[in-house]
């Protein structure tokens, strides 16, 4: 004998049971050093400043017109 269920399970049943799996929307904090939105423990993506230092050197990017 196989496990196989007995009765079908409702959508809403289901729903209930996976109600805490979705996506969120990422945390934000304000750059010191730049004041543009980075994520919170991640190098900024705009100045490349983690923590009061430059980690990485941003380049600028020049416009194809």
Known sequence: MGALP???ISRH?????????????????TCPNCREQRRAHH???NCGFYRGRQVIVIEERS???
């Open 13 to 29: 049943r289901q729903g209930n049971r996976r109600r805490h799996i979705f996506l969120t929307a990422p945390e934000l904090v």
């Open 6 to 8: 007995k009765q079908r």
């Open 63 to 65: 416009r194809a017109s």
């Open 43 to 45: 190098v900024c993506p």
